[in-house]
């Protein structure tokens, strides 16, 4: 059984790839493309979230009918992600791993704990 537990970025990476390169999308899957597709699944996942507040959008997410889409919205914005990171060559775990160290510098847990401030307004 797949699960974040058990199963690596490069099994997914691969999954992925395998799928597009079966039905020949590479040639469509240019860097502009596939972020303009992320993009779009991004605002289909929010959709499901507009007009709720806090409490309520936790809630949708559990929900039986609203859940089921939402984790299908989230798996379209991982795979567009991941995707992106096989037509551009980005390592996708080595990106995050120099992300959060960048934002660990930008956001100091002594400042940023509890707050919701830009890092240049902390």
Same mark, same amino acid.
Request: aromatic letters at 8%.
């Given at each position: 059984?797949?699960?974040?537990?058990?199963?690596?970025?490069?099994?997914?990476?691969?999954?992925?790839?395998?799928?597009?390169?079966?039905?020949?999308?590479?040639?469509?899957?240019?860097?502009?493309?596939?972020?303009?597709?992320?993009?779009?699944?991004?605002?289909?996942?929010?959709?499901?979230?507009?007009?709720?507040?806090? #409490?309520?959008?936790?809630?949708?997410?559990?929900?039986? !009918?609203? &859940?089921? *889409?939402?984790?299908? =919205?989230? +798996?379209?914005?991982?795979?567009?992600?991941?995707?992106?990171?096989?037509?551009?060559?980005?390592? #996708?775990?080595?990106?995050?791993?120099?992300?959060?160290? !960048?934002? &660990?510098? *930008?956001?100091?847990? =002594?400042? +940023?704990?509890?707050?919701?401030?830009?890092?240049?307004?902390?």
């Amino acid at each position: 059984m797949a699960d974040d537990a058990k199963t690596t970025f490069a099994e997914v990476k691969k999954l992925i790839l395998e799928f597009s390169d079966e039905r020949d999308w590479g040639p469509i899957h240019s860097p502009k493309n596939v972020s303009m597709a992320l993009a779009a699944e991004a605002a289909e996942l929010m959709e499901h979230f507009l007009w709720t507040d806090s #409490a309520q959008s936790r809630a949708l997410v559990d929900d039986p !009918v609203k &859940g089921p *889409k939402i984790r299908e =919205e989230l +798996a379209d914005v991982l795979i567009y992600a991941l995707e992106f990171a096989n037509r551009t060559g980005i390592d #996708a775990a080595q990106a995050i791993k120099d992300k959060v160290r !960048v934002n &660990g510098i *930008k956001y100091p847990v =002594e400042k +940023a704990r509890g707050n919701s401030k830009k890092y240049d307004e902390l």
